[in-house]
């Protein structure tokens, strides 16, 4: 039987999910008032309060984004979106009380995707005893537009970064409201993938997020890197405004349609940048400065990503000719003459097949494998507990966000895309009835495994539990890993010879 809610708000009322009447789903809770009108481009303002009982039976629509028909695993088709998207969703088991909450941040580049994705479904890690929470936030310009007419207005002198505000939003509501659902407020684990995980970096460097969240989980992506190009956003948020009108004042600006808004940035390479930009206010400075100072959020941290993460999300340059392929290395190393050296010779084998391929991989393990692991660095630097994985059991390749239409056909079979960037998701929420296809018995004890590992850390900052393989914390002097496939094992390290090369020569 559903019983009504109390939020800060006004009373909500659930429904059971479709596969497990002990768990319940409350969907598409304002976290924040619509920004529209003058409140585009604004920090989240709360919600309004309402009346009688608010039904929560329907998610919200995703937030404004380019429609992706046609982009291997990612697509997601076409859709109704709208601005008004500041919701997010809960699933808690029914007799729920004082359970660990997990907050989970979408991936998608910070231009597309949504929380309440069939993907995201939260029943089956509910089960594992926690609160699931997901959440839409504002995307592309309409989350990250960093501009000096918007500087000016706001009495932080800061742009941008609205995305990030709209998550730190997210947590103050469930700060304020999420007890009522069963959940202990003061023990919530933020978890992201992709851009959702780069935001989740962040968030440990900023102050504004400080005592929102406790645990961090880190998949695909970290927020580690200079800034040192626009690291404001003001040169394209200029070109996207000059795209608009030349003489774009801030009513106009937010009275533009969102079509139009849509178009200039994909006619300006707007999102050619970093979304996140060092504003000042939500990040003071670059976040790696503040790791490396040991001035970040100290918590527990599990992080990690995948064996083929490059597959079609870096772009492949099979004509780079070995001239090129060394100015790429002068370029991009400031070591010396013994450091370009030891790259080359750690990447021999990528080198024999073609310098393009040895680019790509390069290019692959500095985004993902290294920065991974030196955020785990970073963390285990504090004696804070810390967990590394790396995931090489392959998944199939299919349309993980469409399962309607999730066949996806590749020349070499549904795995010959190796373990690409996003194959976790499926595992993680343990969903394999709700996305993609071709799934096998494998995938499905993997998938219980590492959604046990994942509720495990956000119960008690371990991963660990009773009949799991033993994941060794992470230490920077012998890189402990967990591979998860399956037979998941502890290694010394991943990859050691090539990201040893790498990090010293950045």
């Avoid at 393990?365 to 590394?388: C, E, H, I």
Wanted: a negative charge; proline letters at 6%; hydrophobic letters at 40%.
């Amino acid at each position: 039987m559903n019983r009504g809610i109390e939020t800060s708000y006004g009373w909500v009322v659930g429904d059971e999910t479709d596969t497990d009447p002990a768990i319940r789903v409350f969907k598409g809770i304002p976290y924040a008032q619509p920004p529209l009108g003058n409140l585009r481009w604004k920090p989240p303002e709360a919600p309004m309060a309402w009346t009688g009982m608010r039904s929560t039976s329907e998610f919200s629509l995703p937030c404004w984004q380019s429609h992706s028909e046609d982009a291997f695993v990612w697509s997601r088709g076409v859709f109704e979106r709208s601005e008004d998207c500041l919701y997010l969703n809960i699933w808690s088991p029914e007799d729920a009380d004082d359970l660990p909450v997990m907050v989970w941040f979408h991936g998608g580049a910070h231009t597309g995707g949504w929380g309440h994705n069939a993907l995201f479904d939260g029943t089956n890690l509910a089960r594992q005893g926690v609160v699931l929470v997901t959440i839409n936030y504002r995307l592309g310009p309409w989350g990250f537009l960093a501009h000096p007419l918007l500087s000016e207005e706001s009495p932080y002198g800061s742009s941008g970064n609205y995305g990030l505000l709209d998550k730190i939003g997210a947590l103050k509501w469930v700060q304020q409201n999420i007890s009522a659902f069963g959940g202990d407020a003061a023990n919530v684990t933020v978890f992201g993938q992709s851009a959702g995980s780069q935001s989740t970096c962040a968030l440990m460097t900023s102050p504004l997020a400080r005592g929102l969240f406790h645990k961090a989980i880190g998949q695909s992506a970290s927020c580690l890197g200079a800034f040192s190009s626009d690291a404001n956003g003001f040169i394209t948020g200029r070109e996207l405004v000059s795209e608009l009108a030349e003489d774009m004042s801030l009513d106009k600006l937010r009275a533009v349609s969102n079509e139009r808004l849509l178009s200039a940035a994909l006619a300006t390479n707007w999102a050619s940048r970093s979304r996140i930009t060092i504003d000042g206010w939500v990040l003071p400075e670059a976040p790696e400065n503040i790791f490396r100072k040991g001035a970040a959020a100290r918590m527990p941290l599990l992080v990690g990503c995948l064996a083929n993460e490059g597959h079609l999300l870096i772009p492949l340059n099979q004509s780079l000719t070995h001239e090129q392929f060394d100015d790429y290395l002068l370029r991009n190393f400031g070591g010396g003459e013994n450091q370009l050296q030891a790259i080359k010779a750690a990447y021999l084998e990528e080198i024999q097949q073609s310098p393009g391929i040895a680019q790509h991989a390069i290019a692959t393990d500095l985004f993902m494998a290294l920065s991974m692991r030196q955020w785990a660095s970073f963390n285990s630097v504090t004696d804070q507990p810390t967990f590394l994985y790396f995931m090489d059991h392959i998944p199939p390749a299919s349309r993980i966000y469409l399962p309607d239409t999730a066949e996806l056909v590749l020349p070499g079979g549904p795995r010959s895309a190796g373990a690409y960037h996003s194959g976790d998701l499926a595992y993680v929420f343990n969903n394999m009835d709700k996305a993609g296809a071709y799934w096998l018995p494998v995938d499905y004890q993997l998938a219980e495994l590492m959604s046990r590992y994942w509720a495990n850390f956000a119960r008690n900052g371990n991963p660990n539990g009773d009949d799991l393989p033993f994941w060794q914390a992470y230490h920077s002097q012998g890189h402990s890993t967990m591979l998860l496939n399956a037979t998941a094992q502890s290694s010394m390290g991943i990859r050691l010879v090539k990201l040893d090369a790498l990090q010293a020569a950045v």
